[in-house]
């Protein structure tokens, strides 16, 4: 059985007409579509894909082994193949309407694609036995599905369950209502040091939310996806996210709002003249929360 190594081992460039000069893009193909956003995403869907791509080269095998070449014979068989995964991927009740498994429908995607190309080459390409095709195809998925699940693992590496980005979006929501704060305090205190006008007062708490947004809004969006990416395949036992941390997220969805509440507030309190009212030396605002 010839398999094509002969390229990697002695670092030959392979031109367009070489036998099996397709066979090294699979390897590529195979580490982009395994790595994800996150190190726990990519772990577990590389080991989908890998289950995936096992069962599909043997199901490809067989198919060849059996068909021989009958167009007729092969059409059967991918009909008949296809729909069983395509059911073992969709969930049940309502969310069937929606698609795939967003959790584990993955696996059953790459058999039906992966057998289906395996089947397609082998009636497309001359020259190239049922042995080689689906042993190439094979060993070319495993290598680049370990290298994207190795390249994920090493520092610095990005993990969905960390609370890192959660933990900035606090410190910006903290700057910010201590910014606005702040305004408000001195707006509404009795002897003012600086001679700052009312548009002055509201512009500082415009800019303090709207920096607020700018920060927070892209570390809400990354912390979603990356989470979402490494909650995938949740039956797996290990690396998996914290799910207290999708709970967090909610809660600090809930003070971001709040706080641009607080600044609209803010700046018709400080439009009205009535910062006085509120947050002036004396009253319980000022007392309690600055």
């Known amino acids: 059985m010839t398999i094509f190594w002969d390229a990697y081992k002695n670092w030959d460039l392979i031109i367009d007409d070489a ?13 982009h579509f395994t790595t994800t956003q996150s190190t726990e995403g990519t772990v577990k869907k590389g080991l989908l894909r890998l ?9 490809a095998f067989l198919c060849i082994a059996a068909c021989n070449g009958n167009p007729y014979g092969t059409v059967a068989w991918l009909t008949l193949t296809t729909p069983i995964p395509i059911y073992l991927a969709t969930e049940r009740g309502f969310a069937a309407r929606v698609g795939l498994s ?18 397609m080459y082998y009636r497309d390409e001359e020259g190239t036995t049922r042995n080689e095709l689906v042993l190439n195809r094979i060993v070319a998925n495993c290598i680049g599905i370990t290298m994207a699940i190795l390249m994920s693992l090493i520092p610095l590496n990005v993990w969905g369950g960390d609370p890192r980005i959660a933990l900035n979006i606090v410190q910006i929501q903290k700057e910010a209502l201590a910014k606005i704060l702040h305004v408000l305090k001195e707006c509404g205190a009795d002897s003012l040091e600086t001679n700052q006008s009312n548009e002055e007062y509201i512009n500082l708490v415009a800019e303090a939310e709207s920096s607020k947004e700018a920060s927070s809004t892209p570390l809400f ?11 995938k395949f949740s039956k797996f036992p290990l690396f998996r996210a914290d799910p207290k941390l999708n709970a ?17 507030s803010a700046k018709r ?3 009205k003249d009535e910062a006085k009212d509120f947050f002036g030396p004396g009253m319980p605002l ?4 600055l």
């Open 248 to 264: 967090e997220l909610g809660v600090l969805s809930i003070y971001d709002s709040a706080i641009t509440t607080l600044a609209d």
């Open 269 to 271: 309190i400080i439009s």
């Open 286 to 289: 000022h007392n309690d929360l």
């Open 102 to 119: 967003k959790d584990y429908g993955y696996l059953y995607q790459c058999f039906v694609f992966t057998q289906a190309i395996i089947v």
């Open 221 to 231: 969006v990354e912390a979603n996806d990356l989470l979402a990416d490494s909650c």
């Open 19 to 31: 036998p099996g000069s397709h066979f090294q893009a699979w390897v590529i193909i195979a580490f």
């Open 51 to 59: 289950l995936a791509t096992l069962s599909a080269g043997l199901s």
